[in-house]
Nanobody
Framework: QVQLVESGGGLVQAGGSLRLSCAASERTFSAYNMAWFRQAAGKEREFVAAITRSGRSTGYADSVQGRFTVSRDDTNNTVYLQMNSLKPEDTAVYYC?????????WGQGTQVTVSS
C-alpha cells in the first residue's frame, strides 16, 4: 500500500507561483509512474501532469502546458509540481497519484487558491 501526502498548497495572487510536493511512503517509489490531477468546486477531477517512472517522459494538460512543470526526486520519494503564472482558473484541490500501470494510489489533496 502506497501512501501519498501532498503539501505546498495555499493562497496566491494571479501571476504568482507555488510548488506542490507529494511524498510517498513506498521505498520502491522509483518503480511508480506519478501524476497530478485537480478538482475545482463543482467540477470533475481532471488530469494536470504526469511523469514516468524513469523521469524521462512527462505530459501535461493543454491548460497548464508551458506554465507547470512536473519532476521527481527518487532519493526522497517525492514528486513535485512547479506552478508558475497561476490563474484564477487554476484554483482547485490538487491530488497526486501513483501506479505501476494504472493509478491505484491517491493522496488526500492540497488546496490551491489563486486570487484575481
Amino acid at each position: 500500500q502506497v501512501q501519498l501526502v501532498e503539501s505546498g498548497g495555499g493562497l496566491v495572487q494571479a501571476g504568482g507561483s507555488l510548488r506542490l510536493s507529494c511524498a510517498a511512503s513506498e521505498r520502491t517509489f522509483s518503480a511508480y509512474n506519478m501524476a497530478w490531477f485537480r478538482q475545482a468546486a463543482g467540477k470533475e477531477r481532471e488530469f494536470v501532469a504526469a511523469i514516468t517512472r524513469s523521469g524521462r517522459s512527462t505530459g501535461y494538460a493543454d491548460s497548464v502546458q508551458g506554465r507547470f512543470t512536473v519532476s521527481r526526486d527518487d532519493t526522497n520519494n517525492t514528486v513535485y509540481l512547479q506552478m508558475n503564472s497561476l490563474k484564477p482558473e487554476d484554483t482547485a484541490v490538487y491530488y497526486c497519484a501513483a501506479g505501476l500501470r494504472l493509478l491505484d494510489y491517491w493522496g488526500q489533496g492540497t488546496q490551491v487558491t489563486v486570487s484575481s
